[in-house]
Nanobody, 120 residues
Framework: QVQLVESGGGLVQPGGSLRLSCAAS????????MGWYRQAPGKQRELVAS???????NYADDVKGRFTISRDNAKNTVYLQMNSLKPEDTAVYYC??????????????WGQGTQVTVSS
């Protein structure tokens, strides 16, 4: 079983910054793509950013230039640096990982979510 544990959410004023972290633990062979999604009240969950094991990144249009995704493969951890935050960034942020097991099966795992609130 694989666990993803997120941290770093909170309340921040518009224009402020937060850094989210997500660490994967458990038994697995490797992790391919890791990503951050968010879900605001009354809306569907949407991709914010993703990063492959080779560190190729992908961003949603509305966060380009403000958010940066990175990962530490040795620590099985993915980060999301969020700058110039806006009220519309308010949501629960979820970590996702594409995990390869020792039996060569592949599974997607989600973290429990961390609340990010941008408000004055």
């Amino acid at each position: 079983q694989v666990q993803l544990v997120e941290s770093g959410g909170g309340l921040v004023q518009p224009g402020g910054s937060l850094r989210l972290s997500c660490a994967a633990s458990g038994r697995f062979r490797s992790i391919d793509t890791m990503g951050w999604y968010r879900q605001a009240p009354g809306k569907q969950r949407e991709l914010v950013a993703s990063i492959t094991s080779g560190r190729t990144t992908n961003y949603a249009d509305d966060v380009k230039g403000r958010f940066t995704i990175s990962r530490d493969n040795a620590k099985n951890t993915v980060y999301l640096q969020m700058n110039s935050l806006k009220p519309e960034d308010t949501a629960v942020y979820y970590c996702n990982a594409d995990v390869n097991s020792f039996d060569f099966s592949r599974s997607f795992y989600w973290g429990q979510g961390t609340q990010v609130t941008v408000s004055s």
